[in-house]
């Protein structure tokens, strides 16, 4: 079949992408991107979730003794060329960066700034708490950022522009299926199916939600919080990621509280994670005060620059990373469940990966097979006949 044929018969493919978080809208773009007709529906707004308020931290080998390696490279791989062909403006901030790993223990209130102990000639200026073991960890070849909720945000508006992909704001119900063949979605309240061909299901840790997908295996949530800094001096701030070991003046375990500096000016700072249910609706996902303070607490101990009165406490927030029992994201057709796909389970590393996943699913769904990415070790097709709780 010549290349024209063979669009047009993708171009006949009607798919309903299900989650509108950086994995919906990632699948969303690259399907529309080979050809399928493609409709996003989102319970809420986009990248609600998570994915609008996520670090956007991005590496290329971070996960190379993990099953997600391949993902995880390709990914990164994949989020450098976007970001030629649509942040040229600066949309959504990529930028590769340092990341440091250092410990540090928490500024009690007037102190000076400490005399580090670590080698001083990698800290930057801005970097004057008492920081301890300095590493790098990262180079501006191997680790990257986005702002997760522009760069979900600009993605699908250019998949809206460029490839026509539809947009409803409506609540998926359950996937209509037939003769074990799934035919499309049912809204919530409404009465309204929306007819496909194909259906991908990237509803984040909302996915068990639907007795389909929680009938074969477990997504659970694990709230994390995170606050957005602007600081007063943001020229000070230079594009360093901080991986900390925060030991708090009151004893206990450290905290591994993250530091990134956006290219907006913002600093976001994230931390204190807790298992807890998921709301279910994501607008009422907030943070608990103690877990902002302990975030605030960690700003002034990092930098002078960060301390109260030097910033503006631009967010509190939190959000629930989609976490799977074997820890690994569920990507691939459902057994038993012809047309009917998922892809969710990203844990830490959704941001990352979304790009890839899409690309990945957008190949499985119009050909059959991902030659991007091996999708065989993320199949929902591992948890048949594995007892779950
Ligand atoms: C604090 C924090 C920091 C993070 N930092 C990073 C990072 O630096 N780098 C990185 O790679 N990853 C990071 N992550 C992980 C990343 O944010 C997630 O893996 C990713 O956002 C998950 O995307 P998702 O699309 O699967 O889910 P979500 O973003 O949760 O999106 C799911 C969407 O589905 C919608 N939905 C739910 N139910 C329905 C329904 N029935 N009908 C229609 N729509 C529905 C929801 O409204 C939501 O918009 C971080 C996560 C957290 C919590």
Sequence with gaps: MDDNKEKQKQQQQRVVVCGGGVIGVCCAYFLAKKGAAVTLVEKSSIACAASGKA???????????????????ASFNIHRSLALELDGTQAYGY??????????????????????????????????GPAKDTKTIGTTETTAQVHPQLFTRTLLSSAVATHGVEVIIGE?????????????VVLKGRD?????????????????????????????????HSIVLEPRNPAAITPHALFLSY??????????????????????ICGRSVETEVPDDPEQVVGDPESIKELQRVATSVSSQLEEGETHLKAQQACFLPCTDDGQPVIGEMPNVKGCYVATGHSCWGILNGPATGAAVAELV???????????PFSPARFVGVRKQ
């Design 172 to 184: 998926v119900d359950q996937v209509r299926l037939e003769g074990g063949q799934a035919q499309g």
């Design 55 to 73: 670090g956007g931290f991005l590496a290329l080998d971070w996960c190379d003794r993990e099953p997600i390696s391949e993902l995880a490279r």
């Design 95 to 128: 930028r590769p960066l340092h990341a440091l790993s250092l410990s540090l223990t928490e500024k009690i209130q007037n102190q000076s700034p400490a005399p580090t102990t670590s080698s001083s000639s990698i800290l930057p200026t801005w970097l004057d």
């Design 366 to 376: 119009l050909d059959g097979l991902s030659s991007i990415v091996d999708l065989s």
């Design 247 to 268: 030991y708090s003046v009151q004893g206990g375990k450290p905290i591994d509280p993250e530091v990134y500096p956006r290219p907006t000016g913002e600093v976001y």
């Design 192 to 224: 309204q199916v929306i007819k496909a061909d194909a259906v991908v299901l990237a509803l984040g840790p909302w996915s068990c939600r639907l007795p389909l997908l929680s009938t074969l295996f477990r997504v659970f949530g694990l709230k994390v």
